[in-house]
């Protein structure tokens, strides 16, 4: 296992087996221009590892040279490609055989055909070293792959993760289970929003708080935002599926991140199944809900003492306080049958030094 800025990545494709199948591709395609001088592009930066050996594999006179284009930022596509280094202005008459490390939906080969739409080469073939044909749009055959992989982010042999790995020898691939993904309860004072704060930092998660969710959509007058404000000036509730559509926002704007916290929701098992059901589709899953527990009466005084810096009149009112107590323990019951059926409810104690709260939660999530 390797890290590489903040994920970690696995044993994949060993140099054998590349430089394999980069020997491969060179005699396919050395015993079709055997009689001619082809020109080889190589597609920077990706492609400098495999253009280097596959021109050592190469049996025959041939040229090279090398156009550099970007769409990728992190771990995802950014949809727009750019031209940072230009195809040589003298290709006509030439075979011209473009050399991509990846292929994967195809988005910079239509910048690549655009490159040589007007140049009046001889003939214009497309090779590719890893190439997955599971997304590919189709659009331009591939005439040359060393191998058809699965779409799993890689790193290595060029390849890399925020410009890291791309001098490693093999190819690795993102380690999946190392995403966590934390439903996070807890009584009002219990301590959730600190906790998260903690997290969030030390495993790059992303804290998602229902409740700021719910105000910054109604704020910016997102039309999931006018949805819910249309019930909520009714005085109706919110329906789950306005709920869960705004966290699946939320999810798909950080695709970068290790994991999330989910703070404020699930509230009902209706809710618990749509979050899981969503999650299964991202082949992502709950791995742990964790309760701060802690007496009431230490949360009142808790509270109570916010309440005087805070102003907020629900934390300046002890039976209201308790009111509030009393309907977390009657939402959160069936909640904490529904997660114990699955293994996933861990209680940690919540009263004590802060440093010594962060560190029981670490327990947990170290032991997943």
Same mark, same amino acid.
């Given at each position: 296992?390797?890290?590489?800025?903040?994920?970690?990545?696995?044993?994949?494709?060993?140099?054998?087996?590349?430089?394999?199948?980069?020997?491969?591709?060179?005699?396919?395609?050395?015993?079709?221009?055997?009689?001619?001088?082809?020109?080889?592009?190589?597609?920077?930066?990706?492609?400098?590892?495999?253009?280097?050996?596959?021109?050592?594999?190469?049996?025959?006179?041939?040229?090279?040279?090398?156009?550099?284009?970007?769409?990728?930022?992190?771990?995802?596509?950014?949809?727009?490609?750019?031209?940072?280094?230009?195809?040589?202005?003298?290709?006509?008459?030439?075979?011209?055989?473009?050399?991509?490390?990846?292929?994967?939906? /195809?988005?910079?080969?239509?910048?690549?055909?655009?490159?040589?739409?007007?140049?009046?080469?001889?003939?214009?073939?497309?090779?590719?070293?890893?190439?997955?044909?599971?997304?590919?749009? /189709?659009?331009?055959?591939?005439?040359?792959? /060393?191998?058809?992989?699965?779409?799993?982010?890689?790193?290595?042999?060029?390849?890399?993760?925020?410009?890291?790995?791309?001098?490693?020898?093999?190819?690795?691939?993102?380690?999946?289970?190392?995403?966590?993904?934390?439903?996070?309860?807890?009584?009002?004072?219990?301590?959730?929003?600190?906790?998260? /704060?903690?997290?969030?930092?030390?495993?790059?998660?992303?804290?998602?708080?229902?409740?700021?969710?719910?105000?910054?959509?109604?704020?910016?007058?997102?039309?999931?935002?006018?949805?819910?404000?249309?019930?909520?000036?009714?005085?109706?509730?919110?329906?789950?599926?306005?709920?869960?559509?705004?966290?699946?926002?939320?999810?798909?704007?950080?695709?970068?991140?290790?994991?999330?916290?989910?703070?404020?929701?699930?509230?009902?098992?209706?809710?618990?199944?749509?979050?899981?059901?969503?999650?299964?589709?991202?082949?992502?899953?709950?791995?742990?809900?964790?309760?701060?527990?802690?007496?009431?009466?230490?949360?009142?005084?808790?509270?109570?003492?916010?309440?005087?810096?805070?102003?907020?009149?629900?934390?300046?009112?002890?039976?209201?306080?308790?009111?509030?107590?009393?309907?977390?323990?009657?939402?959160?019951?069936?909640?904490?049958?529904?997660?114990?059926?699955?293994?996933?409810?861990?209680?940690?104690?919540?009263?004590?030094?802060?440093?010594?709260?962060?560190?029981?939660?670490?327990?947990?999530?170290?032991?997943?």
């Amino acid at each position: 296992m390797i890290q590489l800025h903040d994920k970690f990545f696995k044993p994949y494709l060993s140099e054998a087996q590349i430089l394999n199948a980069v020997e491969k591709m060179a005699l396919a395609i050395a015993e079709d221009y055997k009689d001619e001088v082809p020109l080889f592009v190589g597609v920077l930066n990706g492609s400098f590892m495999f253009v280097s050996d596959f021109l050592k594999a190469y049996p025959y006179p041939c040229e090279v040279s090398f156009v550099k284009l970007s769409s990728y930022q992190g771990l995802t596509s950014t949809g727009i490609v750019e031209t940072l280094l230009d195809v040589s202005e003298d290709i006509a008459g030439k075979s011209v055989i473009i050399l991509e490390d990846i292929i994967d939906t /195809g988005r910079t080969l239509q910048q690549l055909v655009h490159l040589f739409s007007n140049t009046n080469v001889k003939e214009f073939k497309i090779a590719s070293l890893f190439y997955k044909s599971e997304i590919y749009n /189709g659009e331009y055959a591939i005439d040359y792959f /060393g191998m058809d992989i699965p779409n799993n982010f890689i790193v290595g042999y060029g390849l890399d993760y925020n410009e890291l790995g791309r001098n490693l020898r093999e190819v690795y691939t993102l380690n999946q289970t190392d995403m966590i993904n934390l439903v996070l309860f807890g009584k009002p004072g219990a301590g959730k929003g600190t906790q998260a /704060g903690f997290l969030k930092e030390k495993y790059n998660l992303k804290h998602i708080s229902t409740g700021d969710v719910f105000r910054y959509n109604i704020k910016n007058a997102t039309e999931l935002g006018t949805l819910a404000k249309s019930f909520i000036d009714k005085g109706e509730l919110v329906p789950d599926e306005v709920t869960i559509n705004m966290l699946k926002d939320e999810v798909e704007k950080n695709p970068d991140a290790a994991g999330f916290i989910f703070d404020g929701f699930p509230r009902t098992t209706a809710q618990a199944e749509a979050l899981d059901n969503f999650l299964e589709s991202k082949d992502m899953k709950v791995d742990a809900t964790i309760a701060l527990e802690a007496e009431d009466d230490i949360l009142v005084q808790r509270l109570l003492e916010r309440g005087k810096v805070s102003g907020r009149t629900d934390d300046q009112d002890e039976s209201k306080i308790r009111n509030r107590f009393d309907e977390y323990n009657e939402k959160t019951a069936p909640l904490k049958a529904y997660y114990e059926a699955q293994g996933k409810f861990h209680s940690v104690n919540g009263i004590g030094e802060i440093e010594a709260i962060t560190e029981r939660i670490k327990t947990v999530i170290e032991s997943l």
